[in-house]
């Protein structure tokens, strides 16, 4: 029956490219662009912070958005219910929630902070160092949840004596 085979491949299809996107990025900041920043000049920093995150973090929370819909339709369509997911998909809704209730907010200052003193060239509010600190926070927080997250989101599928 499709409503058995084709459409959760498809969901899981979807959830894999999704992920992958988000991850990806996630890895990216964690691995790259944090040390990059540490060590570049202001003015590429604001040029960073102006031009790349703003479409870095469009892609980062629409992707995060994508894989926890579709891992949720999956579990759905499959009638998954086994500890691994239970525990691979807590994992990640709690990473999607550090997306969008404090890395994205608090960005969304750093970007907003960075504008202004650009326009106005003047240094940027002290404040900004406590928003982008947050977001730095709750990043590394999600990198290192990634990997229990990987692990039990495989194991449903792969490891059935878990
Ligand atoms: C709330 C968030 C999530 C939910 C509800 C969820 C749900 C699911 C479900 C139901 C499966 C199928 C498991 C099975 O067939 O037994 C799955 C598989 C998978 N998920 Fe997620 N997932 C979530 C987050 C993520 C994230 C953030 C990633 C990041 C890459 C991810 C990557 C994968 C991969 C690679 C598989 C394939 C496992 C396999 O078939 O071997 N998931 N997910």
Redesign the pocket.
Known sequence: MVSETIIPLLF?WI??VA??A??GLLYYFNLVQVSFMKETDPATKSGVILKLLPRALWWFRYSALV??LS??A??MA?G?R?TA?MI??TL??I??LNVWLIIWPNQKVVIRMTGDATATKTPAPPEMAKHARRAYLASRTNFFLSFP??LF??A???FPQF
Do not use: E, Q
């Open positions: 899981r959830h894999f992920g992958v988000w991850i894989t926890v891992g949720m999956l579990m499959g998954i086994n997911i691979g998909a990640g809704l990473m999607f997250m990987l989101m495989g449903s599928a792969h």
